[in-house]
Structure formats: structure tokens, C-alpha cells
């Protein structure tokens, strides 16, 4: 008698139904771990920035002007203000009190759009809206989000 070997339609079944569950499990995390690495465009951009707004300071006893192009803190990307997931923008007051307020905002129609965070010259990050369907944050006032959940 000749031995019949394969895999039934039971047994194929039953493993295309565990990677659908895997999948259905990686596919979420995977999307989140890709956004958290996009935040991280805005969080280092406004960083910078602060930075060279402070050292605009040190030169010029203002931060008028400090945003434009030629000058130590111009805005990053190219056009300036653009970067690949958000925009850049600078508000600077005259004062007194000398102020400025960097902002990034996720670019319309990616998995960004509705972020907004900002960085002052006291150094204080907020997150001041987030895309629907994020949770709000929850570390405070100072803070920016890092993940949908709303975590700072």
C-alpha cells in the first residue's frame, strides 16, 4: 500500500489562521514604532533651533531676525521651514520680554497631520494638539508626546 504525504486543507487552514494573528498583532506595533521614529524629526529640529536662537541672542541682544536666512538660526529644510514629516515656524517678540516660540507641525495628509509642538526660550516644550484618534498628554505641561498613547 503506497503512503499518501502533504499537508491537508485542515492543517493549511490552521496556519494561515496563525499568521493572520501574528500579522494582525506586528502590524499595529510596527506602525507605531514608525511613527515614534518620525516624531523624532520634530523633537531634534526644535532642539536645534532653540540652540541657535539662544546664540543668535548672545551675538545680536534680540532674537529679531533670527529665523531668516544668512543668520545662525535660519529655519531647517529645504525650502526653509519644510522638512520631510513637519513644518517649521518661528515666532520671535521684541519684547520686553524678549521672546520666540519654534513650532512643528505635522505635514498635512500623513499619519502626522493635527501634531503641533512648540519650544520657547524658557526651554518650555508643549504639545498643543495631536491627530485624532491619540490620547492627550500625560506628562504635564512640559512635555511632548512620543507615542499615540499620549505618553510624554
Known amino acids: 500500500?503506497?503512503?499518501?504525504?502533504?499537508?491537508?486543507?485542515?492543517?493549511a487552514m490552521i496556519t494561515v489562521a496563525i499568521i493572520a494573528i501574528l500579522a494582525g498583532i506586528a502590524l499595529p506595533a510596527y506602525t507605531n514604532y514608525i511613527i515614534r521614529g518620525k516624531l523624532q524629526e520634530a523633537s531634534s529640529n526644535l532642539l536645534a533651533m532653540r540652540?541657535?536662537?539662544?546664540?543668535?541672542y548672545q551675538d545680536n541682544r534680540s532674537y529679531v531676525?533670527?529665523?531668516?536666512?544668512?543668520?545662525?538660526?535660519?529655519?531647517?529644510?529645504?525650502?526653509?521651514?519644510?522638512?520631510?514629516?513637519f513644518t517649521v515656524s518661528c515666532t520671535l517678540t521684541d519684547g520686553p520680554p524678549q521672546a520666540y516660540t519654534v513650532q512643528a507641525a505635522g505635514i498635512v495628509g500623513t499619519q502626522l497631520d493635527g501634531l503641533v509642538l512648540t519650544i520657547d526660550q524658557a526651554n518650555v516644550r508643549r504639545t498643543v494638539s495631536v491627530p485624532a484618534g491619540w490620547g492627550t498628554p500625560s506628562g504635564g505641561g512640559n512635555c511632548w508626546v512620543t507615542k499615540k498613547s499620549g505618553e510624554c
Open 1 to 11: 500500500m503506497r503512503r499518501h504525504s502533504g499537508f491537508t486543507l485542515i492543517e
Open 51 to 56: 540652540t541657535k536662537l539662544e546664540l543668535y
Open 65 to 85: 531676525g533670527a529665523c531668516a536666512p544668512g543668520t545662525v538660526a535660519p529655519l531647517p529644510g529645504s525650502p526653509p521651514g519644510t522638512l520631510k514629516y
